[in-house]
């Protein structure tokens, strides 16, 4: 161990960076530990001391909001600690992109904190975990990466938790920020980064919220299953619309219903790329919508607009104050004039 080098904490979570074969059920699940995942990484000692935290042994389909809040707990821990320069955890790759964004909106720290996973499992010969693992601990260790908030590196590209989504079910090079591209890169073992995060938010969260739903909407989507929802306790919606937000009329009056009853519904294109507007003003248009209280959450995708939701209702915020978080950049435009 050098001392030199800086201190990086790995929490681990599971995921298929840490899986391989299991002749029992015949196909792959996570089952290596920290120490085995980490001895695969070539020439660490040279950029970093790392420490493992055993987290879990998840696939990332059983991850959770409780988990989630329960690992930020953890990571806020070792972020607090003065010797640790940054924090890195390990993730299946198929929520990542909710954990890593629940991290970002609730971890109260300037240290690198990158969310890292991989697409090939311990047993193919392109095991891209090594790799993948190696670029997060020269990102983790650099105080350049200060004051990015939480980062997702994989295939040498490294995008903002608030922006990255995954966007390919096999390929490697899988996380992109569709609107904005990526903030840096790992070139040759080197730490590039170009752009700061577009927007970021802080939420203290004390208790998460009952469940937040998240639907998309569909061509002549039926009215009822927002209602079975609320009557079912949601705390809040997220509403997947068409294009440039809009939905179909028996899903508009099952979200006003909501809006008339104190509950935030919250707006996004099911639209890979792009921000909503208000502009079209037939029934269940979103000039409708906007107008009914729905909030617009810009350019957000439904499942990181669900997790920065939850993170409002989980920090006590009220409907006005969630209204502000999600249509800051509308505030600022209009501020303009
Ligand atoms: N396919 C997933 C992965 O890449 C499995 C998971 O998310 O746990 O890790």
């Known amino acids: ?21 299991d002749a029992g059920s015949g196909g792959v699940v996570p089952k290596l530990s920290a120490a085995e995942i980490l001895n695969s990484v070539p020439d ?18 059983h991850i959770t909001p409780e988990i989630m809040l329960q690992l930020s707990r953890l990571a806020q821990y070792h972020a607090e600690r003065p010797e640790v320069a940054g924090i890195i955890v390990t993730h299946g790759t198929d929520t990542l992109e909710e954990t890593a964004f629940f991290l970002d909106c609730t971890l109260k720290t300037s240290k690198p904190v990158v969310v890292v996973g991989a697409m090939r499992n311990s047993a193919e010969a392109d095991w891209d975990g090594p790799r993948n693992l190696r670029d ?11 004051d990015y908030g939480t980062l997702i590196c994989l295939s040498d590209v490294i995008n903002a938790a608030s922006e990255a989504t995954k966007t390919d079910a096999t390929d490697i090079n899988t996380f992109a920020s569709m609107n904005f591209g990526p903030v840096g890169r790992i070139s040759n073992s080197s730490l590039f980064l170009y752009r700061k995060p577009v927007h970021r938010d802080h939420f203290d969260v004390k208790e998460l919220p009952a469940f937040v739903p998240l639907f998309k909407c569909y061509a002549g989507m039926e009215g009822g299953l927002v209602k079975l929802c609320r009557e079912n306790g949601a705390a809040g919606f997220v509403i997947e619309g068409f294009g440039a937000g809009n939905v179909p009329p028996p899903v508009f009056y099952d979200l006003v219903e909501c809006v008339k009853q104190g509950l935030p519904v919250v707006l996004v294109s099911r639209c890979p790329v792009g921000r909503i507007e208000h502009t079209y003003a037939y029934e269940g248009a979103g000039k409708q919508l906007y107008e009914a209280g729905v909030i617009f959450a810009d350019y957000m995708n439904g499942q990181k607009a669900r997790i920065k939701l939850m993170c409002a209702l989980g920090a006590g915020y009220g409907i006005e104050e969630i209204r502000r978080a999600f249509e800051w950049a509308s505030l600022q435009e209009n501020d303009k004039f």
């Open 1 to 21: 161990m050098n001392r030199q080098k800086p201190l990086v904490t790995a929490i681990f979570t599971g995921g298929t960076i840490a899986m391989k074969p």
């Open 44 to 61: 660490l000692e040279n950029i970093a001391r790392v420490e493992t935290v055993e987290f879990g042994r998840y696939p990332s389909p």
């Open 136 to 146: 997060a601990v020269i990102i983790a260790s650099r105080h350049e990466a200060q």
